[in-house]
């Protein structure tokens, strides 16, 4: 069975919104549903919703550094159906971040939460493989390069 995009967007925003989750959604695009998460608990039980209802595929896992000042991170789970994208979003502390795995029920996030784990410092619970992917195993911890504020200049002047 072949759903439009409108049709997974109505979907979506129903699901979530007739739940007993607490979330905001909007529609910044024509074909894109955001869905904000106000309790980290609640990502695993709607990721699981989306996939009962087969509102597509876990194309991406993103983090987001909205800066020391504001002291969270942002972590985006896109979930997408032909043209239509369903992205849920999770403000986590930026200090001690953590969030459960989706890798039970979508083994194909380990990668990207492997990666959120080593550029972004974010904990994630029961990740079944926290090898790094990218970066050294000599890296030092507490050093996330993609915090906005790390000092790419100050690190490499420590590495030479």
Partial sequence: MTINTEEALSIASQLVEEWVWTTETNRPEPNRLDVTLTAVEDLVPISVALRVKRLGYLAAISGLDLGPEVG????????????????????LPRENPCIPTLCKIIPSAEP???????????????????????????????????????DVEAFASQAS
Wanted: hydrophobic share 40%; charged share 30%; net charge negative.
């Fill in 72 to 91: 969270e991170l942002e972590v985006l789970y896109h979930f997408c159906t032909s043209a239509a994208v369903v992205t849920l979003r999770v403000r």
């Fill in 112 to 150: 990207f939460e492997r990666e959120l784990s080593e550029m972004f410092g974010v904990t994630v619970e029961d990740l079944p493989n926290p090898l790094r992917l990218y970066l050294p195993d000599d890296w030092p911890e507490g050093k996330y390069p993609l915090r906005k504020d790390f």
